[in-house]
């Protein structure tokens, strides 16, 4: 199976990060994690993406806040999938690192998920990779159900609760 490459900013994204790990994890997809920065480590930053597919990787999600430049960064210099995070920042609450992450120029393509979203960073990283494997599609799937039958589950203890509590309209 190909990996996917988790790369940050910073290392104060890594709480977003971990999240994205954790679901990988959970999916048994296996990835790497670095930090690199787009302004700070630019020609390490684009030797990992140069190297990426040579190296096993699939998919590479980016994760960065405030101007954000890593996910478009890394996307020029591959031609795998590429998946942005906008990270919150202290002073725009991330919507800084949004713009920046989903305005990328025609021909550079970055897939944008939520501020901070590192769980749909790392579901649609898999859902890329399902694409030739039927394993991990089936996982997939698997996780789907278990989270509908989790929302279900507190539908019917939030209607029971109700039920108690709630006056009998029919008398």
Request: aromatic share 2%; hydrophobic share 50%; net charge negative.
């Amino acid at each position: 199976m190909k990996k996917v490459g988790i790369v940050m900013g910073s290392d104060s994204d890594l709480p977003i990060i971990r999240k994205a790990a954790d679901t990988l994890a959970a999916l048994s997809v296996p990835f790497e994690v670095h930090i690199y920065s787009a302004h700070r480590t630019p020609e390490e930053a684009g030797r990992f993406a140069r190297e990426a597919r040579e190296n096993g990787f699939g998919v590479l999600i980016a994760a960065a806040g405030m101007a954000a430049h890593l996910a478009g960064a890394i996307a020029a210099a591959t031609t795998l999938p590429v998946i942005g995070i906008p990270c919150k920042s202290q002073n725009l609450d991330g919507i800084d690192a949004l713009l920046s992450t989903v305005q990328m120029p025609s021909g550079i393509p970055v897939a944008t998920v939520a501020i901070d979203g590192g769980v749909n960073a790392a579901l649609l990283a898999a859902e890329i990779l399902a694409l030739s494997d039927e394993s991990l599609a089936e996982r997939l799937a698997a996780k789907r159900q278990a989270d509908r039958e989790k929302v279900l589950a507190k539908d019917a203890a939030l209607a029971a609760e109700w039920q108690k509590t709630s006056p009998d309209s029919s008398k």
